[in-house]
């Protein structure tokens, strides 16, 4: 089963919200990754944690805050976004981030809106 | 610098034609991996295949075929018989230690079958 889940589905909100994504997997995987997704573009890494540590951070503005409470959840926090933050936001997992790779399997994405 | 091509932006072609999307990747490495991901309107990128550098064989699934060339640094992806479902953007990842095994993806090639 090489499922990933993620809610909600589509976000709207306003610059002074507060809000938060929700990542689950169930397969045992150690590696999960947020990636920030813009309209005909392809996904760009924002966040990995390894064994529930924050392994990887792509110079990415405070204003997102990840966190992995265990093994198989992740989130993203969000305060005080911008308008050009509008994007699609996935989530991946992978078994390890180590050698050789673990192929990153993704979720379906939320569409987050910031008005 | 582009770590990895995808030449192709748009392909459009009629159902039951072949399509042959096009992969040239850059990596001073010895072991890489290779990825190629689907991701369909609805926005989730499906894992379709992995390949390591030692590999060099082709692989077949279905309708799908994979040509890996190091020779020309190449992975290419056929799609035989194409149907409406296939249609989607489909990309070319390039994972390198030493780039932490972060997937360096291309651009994407957006394919369109009409019926």
């Known amino acids: 089963d090489t499922e990933v889940t993620q809610t909600p589905k589509h976000l709207v909100m306003g610059m002074t919200n507060k809000k938060s994504l929700k990542c689950e997997q169930h397969m045992g995987h150690r590696a999960m990754y947020w990636y920030k997704q813009k309209a005909k573009k392809p996904p760009e890494l924002m966040f990995v944690y390894s064994y529930e540590k924050l392994s990887i951070n792509e110079s990415v503005p405070s204003r997102f805050s990840p966190e992995c409470p265990n093994s198989s959840l992740l989130n993203l926090h969000l305060h005080a976004l911008q308008p050009e933050d509008s994007a699609l936001y996935l989530c991946?997992?992978?078994?390890?981030?180590?050698?050789?790779?673990?192929?990153?399997?993704f979720g379906p994405g939320t569409r987050l809106l910031v008005l | 610098a582009q770590k990895v091509t995808q030449a192709q932006t748009e392909i459009s072609v009629v159902e039951k034609e072949d399509v042959t999307l096009d992969c040239v990747y850059e990596t001073r490495d010895t072991t890489y991996y290779l990825f190629w991901y689907k991701q369909p309107p609805s926005g989730e990128l499906v894992f379709l295949i992995r390949?390591?550098?030692?590999?060099?064989q082709n692989e077949i699934s279905g309708r799908y075929s994979w040509n890996f060339q190091k020779s020309t640094s190449s992975f290419n992806f056929t799609i035989t018989a194409s149907q409406v479902v296939d249609s989607a953007v489909y990309f070319c990842a390039l994972s390198e230690s030493t780039n932490d095994y972060k997937l360096s993806f291309g651009a994407g090639t957006t394919v369109t079958v009409r019926a």
């Open positions: 991946a997992s992978s078994q390890v981030l180590a050698i050789p790779p673990g192929t990153q399997y």
């Open positions: 390949r390591n550098s030692f590999d060099e």
